[in-house]
């Protein structure tokens, strides 16, 4: 690929706009939680507005009961809940062992701190999914989404480098990112939707950062993936490279019912 100078500036806007996107998902799941929340009852305590979401979602957790359950909620949107749960469970495995490896752990420190933030973004949305589910009357969901974590029980042996992860993970964004865009409208209410809507960008934001980080490993060009980096030596297609499609595509989005509680 060709070299094009870009203006640093504007990529520090960029960068200053998808920090903020996350940041905003974040209110906005937590909102949705909420909204869920009210519409299910009266609550002895309003958890969605203390602590991180991770914690919130715990406290949730704890408080509610499938009692207080809303009763417009369906088993399509328990099944859609529970399948979204089996995602993240299993991404945040992936990633988990993907910062075991050596040639994490000890490579690059990008690579590295990217994987351990998106963990942690990865149990946030299990929190929130888990706790709407509790919201809805179902059962939170444990185990990780069996199509997937047949795939990646195959591919792990074979994963020997940097690529080979970000290969993988980007198959996980990818579907999480269809699933919950698909999501939004097959569950009944809108602050499920609203909750769907809220975590699919995020999936969607870490797979065109794995797709310019993998652009880069295929040119040799590792060097380059830091923060802040060389913009000047950046190839020209990592600026489009992360932006595949105008619409996000749902068809390979998982069934509602992949990952439901048996």
């Known amino acids: 690929m060709g070299v094009k100078h870009i203006d640093t500036r504007l990529l520090e806007e960029l960068t200053e706009q998808s920090q903020d996107l996350n940041s905003d998902a974040v209110r906005i799941t937590q909102a949705a939680l909420g909204d869920f929340a009210e519409a299910s009852g009266p609550q002895p305590s309003r958890w969605w507005r203390r602590g991180s979401a991770a914690t919130g979602a715990a406290g949730a957790a704890a408080l509610l009961s499938p009692a207080r359950a809303v009763a417009a909620t369906s088993s399509d949107d328990v099944m859609a809940l529970q399948t979204a749960a089996s995602i993240e469970n299993l991404a945040i495995s992936v990633y988990k062992t993907a910062a075991g490896l050596s040639f994490i752990k000890d490579g ?109 490993l295929a040119d040799n060009l590792g060097n380059l993936i830091a923060i802040p980096t060389d913009a000047a030596k950046l190839p020209a297609a990592v600026g489009s490279v992360g932006i595949p499609d105008t619409f996000y595509p749902t068809k390979n989005a998982s069934p509602i019912s992949e990952g439901a509680v048996k």
């Open 108 to 216: 690059n420190k990008t690579i590295a701190a990217f994987i351990a933030k998106t963990t942690t973004q990865h149990q946030a949305h299990l929190a929130a999914f888990n706790s709407a589910v509790t919201q809805a009357g179902g059962k939170q969901q444990t185990a990780p989404d069996p199509k997937y974590a047949a795939i990646v029980k195959q591919t792990l042996p074979s994963i020997k480098t940097p690529a080979d992860v970000v290969k993988l993970a980007i198959t996980l964004e990818d579907v999480a990112a269809e699933t919950y865009t698909k999501n939004v409208s097959q569950v009944s209410s809108a602050q499920l939707r609203k909750l769907f809507a809220s975590v699919a960008p995020v999936e969607a934001q870490h797979r065109a950062t794995l797709l310019a980080v993998q652009a880069l």
